[in-house]
């Protein structure tokens, strides 16, 4: 296993690392992690992005998302594509069990930003589903 050179490359390996945890349990997945540390943000960061946004993978929703969002608690991957791009692409799918992603959030673009992105945000025209994730957002992060 190599280090991903491209997001895509890190989305198939990630994938293929988690469709092994029932025969391997996470070791894989943990040393996919491991070798993380040397891929830059924005290989990372875009790979995350696509598995919280995948809603091709029913089964194993929780899972992916569960260990993107322990890659996002490990490896702190810095953005600044815009925070209301993020939401409007992964709220409606996001777990909300995830913990990690409304975290790493508050971590990349800090408190002030984030109360002030979820504001405009609610102002748009949501859907149930959307306005009860931010929810779940605000009461992560005590907003």
């Known amino acids: 296993m190599n280090p991903p050179k491209t997001s895509e ?10 469709d092994l945890i029932d025969t391997l349990g996470d070791l894989r997945i943990r040393q996919f ?10 290989i990372i960061f875009n790979g995350i992005i696509k598995i919280f946004e995948d809603t091709s993978r029913e089964k194993t929703l929780y ?7 322990i890659i996002l608690q490990k490896i702190n991957p810095k953005t600044e ?4 791009y ?4 992964t709220i409606a799918n996001w777990n909300k069990s995830v913990e990690e992603f409304p975290f790493w959030i508050k971590e990349n673009y800090g408190m002030i930003n984030v109360k ?5 945000f609610e102002r ?14 605000k009461w992560w992060l005590q907003i």
């Open 33 to 42: 992690i491991t070798r993380l540390e040397k891929v830059a943000d924005t």
């Open 63 to 69: 899972l992916d998302q569960k260990y993107a969002g």
């Open 9 to 18: 490359d890190f989305i198939l390996e990630f994938y293929h690392s988690i």
């Open 86 to 89: 993020i939401l409007n692409s």
């Open 81 to 84: 594509i815009d925070l209301t």
């Open 124 to 137: 748009q025209d949501l859907s149930d589903l959307q306005k009860d994730k931010i929810k779940t957002i």
């Open 116 to 120: 002030a992105k979820i504001i405009d």
